[in-house]
């Protein structure tokens, strides 16, 4: 009986071993192992389409504002309709992190110079200083080369407005903050129609918005911030192919 037994699982081993090697061989050397399986492993989400920030259930859709940019020129949220953006909140004579989110975006800017589809939307959180003569300056001084980046300034309360409620955005004069303002130094990233956009942090959930205030270079801050610019960049590409 016993000889018999060794037989039956001696063949079961033989045919195990004819159908199914060669098939794992063939995955292993298709690399279909080693790299997909690999990636959707550590990255179930890699491959999506980046989120929709919704509040209350609905996608929060940038709403409609009217400011004057560096030329004096009126400019909407009608004027970036068909393009992927970015916007942020900042200050010219912002001493801390200003100089550092706009010195981000330079390098965004100048690595989608070619393409027509994207712009910028800098809204000044001090307007009654900085006048378009002022911000038109800043635009030198750091190389802005892009048509349609936007610095803007305009009604104080609308801006703030617009900062905290129509993008999420927190900023507010603070007299014992650096410069006498303050804001979070985040990016919003909005898309073709108007829609603030996202990709998915690694549990699933929106990552919002993108830190604009360590540099691609930098890779983290002191506190052990990661820079969020290389895949700012990343999705805005993906955006624009949308």
Request: aromatic share 12%.
């Amino acid at each position: 009986m016993k000889k018999y037994s060794y037989v039956g699982i001696s063949f079961v081993i033989l045919v195990f071993g004819i159908i199914f090697i060669p098939r794992i061989l063939d995955r292993v050397s298709s690399t279909s192992i080693t790299k997909n399986d690999r990636m959707s492993a550590s990255n179930p989400l890699a491959n999506s389409k980046l989120s929709f920030i919704k509040i209350n259930g609905e996608a929060k859709k940038v709403p409609d504002f009217a400011f004057v940019n560096q030329d004096s020129l009126l400019i909407t949220n009608h004027d970036y309709r068909g393009k992927v953006y970015v916007a942020e909140f900042f200050f010219t004579s912002c001493p801390t992190i200003c100089p550092k989110m706009t010195r981000n975006l330079v390098y965004i800017q100048n690595k989608l110079k070619d393409n027509d589809n994207f712009g910028i939307a800098s809204f000044t959180i001090t307007p009654d200083r900085d006048t378009p003569k002022v911000l038109k300056q800043y635009a030198e001084q750091y190389s802005v080369t892009n048509p349609d980046w936007h610095l803007l300034t305009g009604d104080r309360d609308k801006i703030y407005e617009l900062a905290n409620k129509g993008f999420n955005l927190y900023a507010a004069e603070n007299p014992d903050a650096p410069g006498g303002f303050e804001h979070n130094g985040h990016f919003a990233l909005i898309d073709k129609n108007g829609f603030i956009r996202s990709r998915y942090d690694a549990h699933g959930n929106p990552l919002i918005f993108y830190r604009g205030t360590i540099g691609v270079e930098e890779k983290m801050d002191i506190n052990g911030e990661e820079e969020q610019v290389s895949i700012l960049l990343e999705d805005i590409k993906k955006l624009l192919e949308e």
